[in-house]
């Protein structure tokens, strides 16, 4: 077997935080740039600021911590490449608690995120396939249990597209976190149909253009109101481009 050594020197730079200089711990990425932090340093951060820390792009205006996600993969590489600074992470975690005099949470209790690879990596449905899809809709609270927002509330979804210009979906019907926003059904439409870009497309309700920042919550409970799932929704391309 051909085997090289490479110094831990060398991807040093790949594996830390830029905020705090230590390697990643509970590493968190931008959804939009895909730069990682600490977790604990980047929250702490977009408490005073709305950009990346790196490349200063404006994550969002008023709620940037929506748009950040846990980044397993990451972690389990530095975990894999920097010796003893998972057990390092697990012992300091513990006595925090013990200090606490709190009960130490199951997940630190020293089993690693591998047993839940497997479900992650075999997702079921269509929307769990794309990848950048689902780490749009990743938001703070399911991130600790690594749920990737499956125990969240769910809408069912029928996306039509009514607009002789654009394919069609080759499925159409979804399941999705209450929590996602119509700018992630753009973005997960847009990379189904290889559009250049999501704002090339607008989605409707009633034939009504929904707002990016609406949840899926808001739109069933303004617009879709009593009626019953799934949620129809139509895209098509934005007027000015038909
Ligand atoms: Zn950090
Ligand atoms: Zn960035």
């Known amino acids: 077997m051909l085997t090289r050594k490479i110094k831990l020197w060398d991807i040093n730079a790949h594996i830390t935080c830029h905020l705090c200089n230590g390697y990643l711990i509970d590493a968190t990425t931008v959804t939009e740039c895909l730069h990682t932090f600490c977790r604990s340093c980047l929250v702490k951060y977009l408490e005073e600021n709305n950009t990346c820390p790196t490349c200063r792009i404006v994550i969002h205006q008023s ?3 929506q748009y950040i996600g846990h980044d397993r993969t990451m ?4 975990y894999k ?4 600074l998972q057990e390092a992470e697990i012992r300091k975690q513990r006595e925090f608690y013990h200090k606490l005099g709190m009960d130490v949470p199951g997940d630190i209790k020293g089993e ?3 047993s839940k690879q497997f479900l992650d990596s075999h997702p079921n449905g269509e929307i769990k396939t794309d990848d950048n899809f689902h780490r749009g809709t990743l938001e703070e609270k399911q991130e600790e249990g690594n749920d990737y927002h499956r125990s969240d509330e769910q809408v069912s979804i029928c996306l039509e597209c009514n607009s002789s210009k654009l394919r069609g979906l080759k499925r159409k019907w979804i399941r999705c976190s209450a929590q996602a926003t119509v700018l992630h059904l753009k973005k997960f439409i847009a990379k189904k149909l290889k559009l250049s870009s999501f704002n090339e497309l607008d989605i409707l309700c009633n034939e009504e253009i929904l707002g990016k920042d609406h949840t899926l919550k808001f739109v069933v409970v303004t617009r879709w109101r009593f009626k019953k799932a799934p949620l129809l929704l139509h895209y098509r391309p934005k007027m000015d481009l038909l």
């Open 81 to 84: 490449l920097v010796p003893g």
């Open 63 to 65: 709620h940037p911590l």
């Open 112 to 114: 690693t995120a591998s």
């Open 75 to 78: 972690q389990d590489i530095v």
